[in-house]
């Protein structure tokens, strides 16, 4: 673990991998939580943390670095559920590269236990991380020009939803009419850093008769 001064009253914290990221900022939220951290912000990303609004950073860095990092506390009650109808336009590419049925994309998806590591790209975005390595899936060759709302994706080790049409280079395997991100909610983000996600087949809404 290193731990690099950011101006004078920041520390961002490098780990040497995501799952070692989310149980360092699991730890840092519990103790902020309990008050034996004061910080004003705890931003966290693919393999850092950042702190911001310490009050002594080189004590804190000391004290990180001198103590390996905690493992991710077990699963708590709260899990966020998304319904997830499996219709994207890549299900097939992805159950190639699976090399799975289509419907078994579905099963393995959904059976996975997911939690967001962090949050960035759009408002709303989250960084879910919970699929076996062996499902990591390639970005696409060429990204779209416009991704829409509610679309589920995967890159990498990663499960996303868009929470607004946008570019996006994902795989598209699934929608949801789940809104991730409104501003006249609080919190307008529905996922966090830290959250539990679970993802529950729903059947494709057919054509009206």
């Keep these: 673990m290193k731990a690099l001064p950011v101006g004078t009253d920041a520390l961002l914290v490098e780990v040497a991998s995501g799952e ?7 730890d840092l939220l519990r103790r902020r939580a309990e008050g034996s951290l004061t910080v004003r912000e705890i931003v966290p990303a693919a393999r ?18 001198s103590r390996p990092v905690p493992p991710v506390p077990p699963r708590t009650a709260g899990t966020v559920e998304i319904p997830v109808r499996y219709d994207g336009p890549d299900l097939a590419d ?13 099963r393995i998806h959904a059976d996975a236990e997911f939690r967001v590591a962090f949050c960035g ?20 060759s060429t990204p779209r020009t416009s991704v829409p709302a509610g679309s589920v994706a995967l890159a990498g080790p990663y499960t996303g939803v868009y929470p607004r049409p946008s570019p996006g280079g994902w795989q598209l395997i699934g929608t949801t009419d789940v ?6 909610r609080e919190p307008a983000a529905l996922l966090s850093p830290g959250t539990r ?13």
């Design 20 to 26: 070692e990221a989310q149980a360092l900022l699991a």
């Design 48 to 65: 850092t943390v950042l702190l911001d609004g310490l009050s002594d950073p080189a004590r804190l860095a000391a004290e990180l670095t």
């Design 179 to 184: 809104v991730l991100w409104d501003p006249t």
């Design 94 to 106: 992805v159950a190639a590269h699976w090399g799975v049925p289509e419907a078994e994309v579905a």
């Design 121 to 140: 790209f759009a408002p709303g975005f989250g960084y879910l991380t919970g699929l076996p390595a062996r499902y990591e899936s390639p970005r696409r």
């Design 197 to 209: 996600v679970r993802f529950v087949p729903v059947a494709p809404t057919g054509p009206a008769t």
